[in-house]
């Protein structure tokens, strides 16, 4: 018999009159995984930053092993035994491993002045022991890979007794073994009763791992079910509204392969990453590159953008050949790159001033950049991806995931690009923004513009590509038709060489 | 939630108002000083208007280095090395007037200066990836070394009408000179940082370096430039001080890359880069001329003066400061 170990009810929470939460509620069991899923916007971050003091509730209860408590600051609700695992770690990478799990709680000496290191150094070794992972309590965290940063903020949370742990799409950046270890972990916590809330927007993986499942839309919880009561449709329903369709499905598209390839790769080479890759893609032909993170995939598309070095081969463009970053650019290469946070946008910016970025020369009438262009340009992609925001001048930090996706996307279809490279387009993005970006992609390829696609969620990689080059260690080891591919799994094995 | 038909009119109108105080701060902060030192001072001189040219005249040459500076630190960088660099191209450029090459040869000499200083700086800083503040503190105390030792620190005296003329402590009409060329920087900073490409370019390799690079834009070209800029910026304030002083010395500038990086900073720019206004580093500068100015006519010594402009900047500064997001 399960015992709810906390109760969120009817928790409102508003910004500047702008109501984010509006009565949800949420219960955790001891001992469960519980998917918290939702829309970016739907409030799930907003209800967890409640739940570990970030944010004070303006209504509602929070009850922990039934009894109230609100807690005005996060170490409040650590004392009380909840841990948040961010999106982007916490952890200080110039620190080592022992000391970044107890930042601010170090074991201390009789007179409480000086720290006890290698008291510190054993208890860290310890905790990582437990859960079967060897990292050496005395690495520098910036040495390790994103795979063991992670456990050492868990470790972290654990050496504080944490009881509650929410880990804010933890796979994000992880690589299979990783994940694998990941979950391992999961289940070895969910063993010492800790319960652990599970944000994620990968639905294969909440199926795997979650023993329960709360969909949120619009600040309120909409379903809570048992993960095996609960089928993805009803799922993506309550996330979106009935309106929705999923559109992750294949569509089979005709493409003329008897036209001339608009990029050509051709025995490329990049020192330790890439190997001897060739390859051509047609105009209006969707490429998916699937492999596994390392494999190579982001190099490879790097090069054809000029802004990696190569070591050899070549890349063209129509028959032209591209030595430079801005050889790509001007032939009509655009790349939506991993990491969009810090690759794809200046936050601080506004959405119009990101867009017209790499376009600054259109924008530029007699020396001076034109804002009025810019902003009718803005509104126009707005209009088309749309876009959820306040206008052309409003910062980017402040929008959502998908919609920050949409503006990086933008700045390339202001050049009306001929070849299209995305990098992972999809982390991070809510459902309803994946489909709507999954639909554009589609859109753009069946105007002329060829398409390369990285994607690690085979699922999307599937639903959008034509054909698939199968990378593995850095070369192609397979150039396979989209039809001739079975199943999600057939894909997952053929990747891993 | 937030969609275009519906633009919360409310929550945007709250949004303006805090912007709006943070990012004025320093206009704010100018009409209160000025305002305090009518009120205490005027009847003692503050307000009379040699006065107030005498601000502006002072003010100028740290108003050109703030505004060179506004584009360096909009890059995600800074230049310390601009007040030696002052001295340097001062006493250059009196150096070949008195040697006979005439006011354009000593203007381009002087110049020349600061183009050297800047490539430098940019060499370093870009090719090597050495960051910015070492680089420049290196080059602030390697270039006051060349000041003192070109003319074992004595003064260099020299005449020539026009640069007394175009850099002298003169008026055109009512206005002095040196303040005529700050205002002309300042404007020529303002079109070129807010209306041109290479504007957007510096602040976007400020605001995120590597979005920029993937944006295809030359992000260590466009810090060189920035470095070139503070270098003539500074060569130019260097010329101004040796028109307001009659002589060319081997001191000018000293103290000049703090006195602009508090300009810069009380003007609203972010000191990690991406966002910069020239108008408002002209109007911080000009803050502190006139605290300066002012703390001198109610009869503080230099240690008070000290003390009182140092803790106005900090309490701007803490009052500009962006809400944490």
Same mark, same amino acid.
């Given at each position: ?497 | ?121 940019? =060499?370093?800083?870009? /090719? ?6 070492? &680089?420049? %503190? @290196?080059?602030?105390? +390697?270039?006051? *070394? ?105 001191? =000018?500038?000293?103290? /000049? ?6 300009? &810069?900073? %009380? @003007?609203?720019?972010? +000191?990690?880069? *991406? ?51």
């Amino acid at each position: 018999m399960s015992t709810d170990v906390l109760t969120m009810r009817d928790i409102n929470k508003a910004f500047n009159g702008n109501p984010v939460l509006r009565h949800a509620g949420f219960t955790l069991r001891k001992g469960e995984c519980h998917a918290l899923m939702g829309e970016n916007g739907a409030g799930k971050s907003t209800l967890m930053k409640i739940l570990t003091g970030v944010y004070q509730r303006d209504a509602g209860t929070v009850q922990i092993d039934g009894k109230d408590v609100s807690f005005a600051a996060p170490r409040d609700a650590e004392a009380a035994g909840n841990a948040m695992i961010f999106q982007e770690f916490s952890l200080i990478p110039t620190l080592t491993v022992a000391q970044n799990i107890f930042l601010g709680h170090e074991p201390k000496r009789g007179n409480n002045i000086f720290i006890r290191d290698a008291e510190m150094i054993r208890r860290a070794h310890d905790i990582l022991q437990e859960f079967g992972e060897n990292i050496d309590p005395r690495a520098r965290v910036e040495d390790l890979s994103v795979g063991a940063k992670q456990m050492v903020e868990i470790a972290k949370a654990l050496s504080k007794n944490a009881r509650i742990i929410v880990m804010d799409e933890p796979t994000a950046s992880l690589s299979e073994s990783e994940v694998e270890t990941l979950f391992r972990l999961v289940n070895q916590l969910k063993t010492q009763s800790i319960s652990i809330v599970y944000i994620s927007h990968r639905m294969a993986e909440i199926y795997q791992i979650c023993d329960r499942i709360t969909a949120m839309r619009d600040g309120r919880d909409m379903l809570t079910a048992n993960t095996s009561d609960v089928t993805m449709e009803e799922l993506i329903r309550a996330m979106l509204g009935s309106d929705s369709t999923a559109a992750l499905d294949w569509v089979a598209r005709d493409v003329d392969m008897t036209a001339a390839p608009v990029l050509e790769v051709e025995n490329l080479q990049v020192n330790g990453y890439v190997d001897d890759v060739s390859f051509a893609v047609r105009p209006g032909e969707i490429l998916g590159l699937a492999g596994l993170t390392g494999s190579g995939r982001t190099e490879i598309v790097e090069a054809i953008f000029g802004i990696r070095q190569i070591d050899g081969g070549s890349v063209r463009i129509d028959g032209q050949p591209v030595r430079s970053n801005r050889d790509a650019i001007e032939a009509g290469v655009g790349l939506v790159p991993e990491d969009r946070r810090t690759q794809g946008l200046v936050l601080d910016h506004s959405l119009r001033d990101n867009v017209i970025l790499p376009n600054l020369a259109r924008f530029t009438r007699n020396l001076f950049v034109g804002d009025k262009t810019a902003r009718a340009a803005s509104d126009r992609h707005i209009a088309d991806l749309k876009i959820k925001c306040e206008g052309p001048d409003q910062e980017v930090y402040l929008l959502s995931g998908g919609n920050q996706q949409k503006i990086v996307l933008a700045k390339w279809l202001e050049r009306k690009p001929k070849v299209l490279i995305l990098d992972e387009p999809t982390i991070g993005v809510d459902i309803g923004a994946k489909s709507e970006l999954v639909r554009k992609v589609r859109e753009i390829a069946d105007a002329g513009t060829a398409v390369v696609v990285i994607s690690s969620e085979f699922e999307e990689l599937l639903a959008i590509s034509d054909r698939l080059l199968i990378i593995y260690d850095g070369s192609v080891i397979g150039n396979i038709n989209r039809k001739n591919v079975q199943s999600e799994e057939a894909l997952h094995h053929a990747v891993q060489g | 939630m937030q969609s275009k038909a519906d633009p919360m009119p409310q929550e945007r109108s709250f949004n303006l108002g805090r912007i709006n105080w943070r990012e004025n701060i320093v206009y704010i902060c100018f009409a209160g000083v000025l305002l305090f030192f009518a009120v205490t001072i005027g009847d003692k001189g503050f307000l009379t208007v040699s006065n107030l040219f005498n601000i502006a005249r002072t003010t100028a040459m740290i108003a050109v280095i703030s505004i060179a500076m506004t584009f360096i630190i909009s890059s995600g960088e800074l230049d310390l090395s601009v007040g030696s660099t002052a001295a340097l191209a001062a006493l250059v450029s009196a150096l070949a007037i008195q040697a006979g090459y005439g006011f354009l040869g000593g203007l381009i000499a002087g110049l020349l200066c600061g183009v050297a200083v800047g490539l430098v700086n940019g =060499f370093f800083v870009t /090719a090597l990836s050495i960051p910015s503040f070492l &680089v420049t %503190l @290196g080059m602030m105390q +390697l270039v006051r *070394g060349i000041d003192m030792r070109i003319t074992y620190t004595n003064p260099v005296p020299f005449r020539n009408a026009t640069f007394d003329m175009v850099f002298g402590p003169g008026t055109i009409g009512v206005v002095p000179t040196l303040f005529l060329w700050a205002v002309a920087v300042a404007i020529l900073g303002h079109v070129v940082l807010r209306y041109t490409p290479f504007g957007r370019q510096v602040l976007a390799t400020g605001g995120n370096r590597e979005a920029a690079r993937y944006s295809g834009i030359n992000t260590k070209r466009v810090k060189i430039i920035c470095f070139l800029i503070t270098g003539v910026g500074a060569a130019l304030a260097g010329m101004l001080w040796t028109g307001m002083m009659g002589t060319a010395r081997y001191n =000018f500038g000293e103290g /000049a890359e703090l006195a602009a990086i508090a300009a &810069v900073i %009380l @003007g609203g720019t972010s +000191l990690f880069g *991406g966002k910069g206004t020239i108008i408002g580093t002209f109007v911080g500068a000009l803050l502190i001329g006139t605290i300066n100015n002012g703390l001198i006519i109610m009869g503080l010594d230099v240690s008070e003066q000290m003390m009182v402009a140092g803790a106005i900047i900090v309490l701007a500064v803490a009052f500009g400061k962006k809400p944490s997001r």
